[in-house]
């Protein structure tokens, strides 16, 4: 069965801190790949997605995600946080093969940064 | 253009009891996804709705129902409530089912079971 795996649960970081948040999947075949975010009292919104083509992908708000087939892993990443990018952080996957295309989710990673 | 809107926002219902949540997709959407979360698992995808008809299913009992309007609309019901129910009942919309299709969320239904 397809998973997603978020190592982090729980992050905090100073402001200008750089951000990683790993993600890894499990799905042997063609995926497409998503980060979602939640900011505090709002609704999940799309930071970013992978489809195909370069594996480095370019969100909103400066961040960005690397996928690395060989390691199933979309990792997100910023180089400098700010305050307000304190929300959750969900990684999600939908497999492509087979026709049950479910989006399926990570647990989320609370991110908090601190001023 | 309006988002996903859901009501009722907050609702507190007793065990053994039904509830029914709503949700109006953004305009010109005609899929509609509904997802559970919790703290402990995440969000779990219950089902989608694609034009009246359900698309495709998560693994949850068959207390927890649902359905669309011709207008694209949807209604999620859960019957006889369990206080493992209590949750942020979150709708999404997006305009079919291709994969390429971006999902927009609702801010949720934020039901409690007592």
């Known amino acids: 069965a397809q998973s997603v795996s978020q190592h982090n649960h729980h992050v905090i970081l100073s402001e200008a801190a750089s951000l990683e948040l790993g993600c890894n999947y499990s799905?042997?075949?063609?995926?497409?790949l998503f980060w979602y975010v939640q900011y505090p009292g709002q609704h999940l919104q799309l930071l970013l997605k992978?489809?195909?083509?370069d594996p480095l992908v370019k969100g909103i708000k400066g961040f960005e995600a690397e996928f690395i087939k060989s390691k199933f892993s979309f990792n997100l990443r910023k180089p400098s946080v700010q305050w307000s990018d304190t929300a959750e952080y969900f990684c999600a996957v939908r497999g492509l093969d087979g026709n049950n295309r479910k989006l399926i989710w990570g647990l989320g990673t609370s991110l908090a940064v601190n001023p | 253009k309006a988002g996903v809107t859901q009501t009722p926002r907050y609702l507190i219902k007793t065990r053994g009891q039904q509830v029914t949540l709503s949700c109006s997709p953004i305009?010109?959407?005609?899929?509609v996804s509904w997802y559970q979360q919790t703290p402990g698992q995440g969000l779990q995808f219950l089902f989608e709705?694609?034009?009246?008809?359900?698309?495709n299913k998560g693994n949850f009992p068959g207390r927890f129902s649902g359905r669309q309007f011709s207008n694209s609309r949807s209604e999620m019901n859960v019957s006889t409530l369990e206080l493992g129910d209590s949750a942020l009942y979150l709708c999404?919309?997006?305009?079919?089912?291709?994969?390429?299709?971006?999902?927009?969320f609702g801010e949720g239904s934020w039901l409690t079971v007592v």
């Open positions: 305009s010109g959407h005609r899929s």
């Open positions: 799905y042997g075949g063609t995926v497409n």
């Open positions: 999404a919309s997006r305009t079919g089912t291709g994969d390429g299709n971006t999902i927009y």
């Open positions: 709705y694609f034009s009246e008809t359900q698309r």
């Open positions: 992978y489809f195909s083509g």
